[in-house]
């Protein structure tokens, strides 16, 4: 049985490096990008999603125990070694997704507060509050969510006195593109001065307010399309779960042609997956002024 198992591997690597031949580049420097973009995002996505104090190795440590715990169990109740093994890296895979989402969410929610915080800084402004002032007010008078953010800011600063630095913790904080954006934009306020910073908060407000709203309509035109693309994926495996309450029925899968089976479903359901999210899923914003 392992005979033609073994063969089929050995194909496929043959295949594989085949394709990767074509494609010639540094090995390290690929594998670096690729990790420190992985772990950026990841870092990102734990203050969005409102965990500050957990850490990508965290996350990374418990989506390994959940497979390992997911595996152990699969082949204790189902001893279908494939089986388990496909149910064991999508468990894998639930952490960092639940990560992703929450912060998605999150975003979007923030999306919709920024015009008012922007607002209050305006108004503080008007009031002849200096800007690192009027950043600090926003601990009291600014949107509930956003406070615990500009509390920081205003410990920071009264501690240091190092607006430009400050700031700078305050991107980190609250790891956002919007934020970036108004954070940069009061930076240049701050080094140029002069008696256009209420004009250039007002036309911020509006264009953060008109951007929210328009992603909003763009969302909800295009949230069935991603719904759609869930449940399609998730069908065939709901499936397979009910099937692997009968042992007797998952047997096939034990054999190399089950092990081919299962590789050709779950290759195809993640494409599949990927490709309705790419065409039905808004782009996310990247931080671009980090």
Not at 22 to 46: K, N
Not at 107 to 131: C, E, F, Y
Not at 212 to 225: C, P, S, V, Y
Request: glycine share 8%; with cysteine.
């Amino acid at each position: 049985m392992s005979s033609p198992l073994a063969v089929g591997l050995l194909l496929g690597a043959g295949v594989f490096c085949i394709y990767w031949s074509f494609w010639p580049t540094d090995p390290g420097v690929g594998r670096g990008r690729q990790r420190s973009r992985f772990a950026s995002e990841l870092q990102d996505h734990l203050p969005q999603a409102g965990y500050p104090s957990v850490t990508p190795v965290n996350v990374l440590v418990g989506s390994v125990v959940l497979f390992l715990l997911v595996l152990a169990l699969g082949v204790v109740l189902t001893r279908v070694l494939p089986v388990a093994l496909c149910f064991a890296v999508m468990s894998g895979a639930v952490p960092i997704s639940l990560v992703r989402m929450r912060a998605r969410d999150r975003r979007n929610k923030m999306r919709d507060l920024w015009p008012d915080a922007v607002d209050n800084i305006t108004s503080g402004v008007r009031a002849g509050l200096a800007l690192p002032e009027a950043l600090s007010q926003l601990s009291v008078h600014g949107p509930v969510e956003l406070r615990p953010a500009f509390v920081a800011f205003a410990e920071d600063y009264r501690a240091t006195g190092r607006f430009h630095d400050c700031l700078d913790r305050l991107k980190e904080r609250l790891s956002d593109p919007v934020a970036d954006r108004m954070v940069e934009s009061l930076r240049i306020a701050r080094e140029v001065g002069g008696s256009d910073l209420g004009r250039l908060l007002r036309t911020l407000s509006t264009f953060l307010r008109e951007d929210a709203h328009t992603r909003a309509e763009l969302e909800t035109r295009q949230g069935w399309t991603v719904n759609a693309a869930r449940l399609a994926v998730a069908a065939p495996w709901l499936v397979l779960a009910m099937l692997a309450l009968r042992g007797e029925s998952l047997r096939a899968y034990s054999a190399p042609t089950g092990w081919l089976i299962l590789a050709i479903g779950a290759a195809l359901s993640v494409l599949a997956y990927r490709v309705m999210v790419w065409v039905g899923r808004l782009p996310d914003e990247e931080r671009v002024l980090r």
